[in-house]
């Protein structure tokens, strides 16, 4: 991928999430994270999240690292969209 797509990605989106799943019933949008970058992957004999593998200063990394701060991914609730997958994004 180029500089440009990496820097466009929309990383975060919402859906409307499952009864089961909101405690709330007037908070049924929640966010949710593209999976692909927090994927673990093994390369160069190192395994963690794909995002790691760009560099320190890449905008992209700098932004899943703050995802990571705030949230974590719930992958029991996913969405599918043009055959990427998002994750549930849970406040800490």
Same mark, same amino acid.
């Given at each position: 991928?180029?500089?440009?797509?990496?820097?466009?990605?929309?990383?975060?989106?919402?859906?409307?999430?499952?009864?089961?799943?909101?405690?709330?019933?007037? =908070? %049924?949008?929640?966010?949710?994270?593209?999976r692909?970058?927090? !994927?673990?992957? &093994?390369?160069?004999? +190192?395994?963690?999240?794909?995002?790691?593998?760009l560099?320190?200063?890449?905008?992209?990394? =700098? %932004?899943?690292?703050?995802?990571?701060?705030?949230?974590?991914? !719930?992958?029991? &609730?996913?969405?599918? +969209?043009?055959?990427?997958?998002?994750?549930?994004?849970?406040?800490?």
């Amino acid at each position: 991928m180029s500089k440009e797509k990496i820097q466009k990605i929309d990383l975060i989106k919402s859906y409307d999430v499952s009864e089961e799943y909101v405690i709330d019933s007037s =908070k %049924r949008r929640r966010e949710f994270v593209m999976r692909y970058w927090f !994927d673990e992957v &093994n390369f160069q004999h +190192e395994t963690k999240p794909r995002f790691k593998f760009l560099s320190e200063n890449s905008e992209l990394r =700098k %932004r899943c690292e703050l995802i990571l701060k705030t949230h974590s991914l !719930d992958n029991r &609730n996913v969405r599918f +969209e043009e055959s990427l997958v998002f994750v549930l994004l849970i406040s800490k």
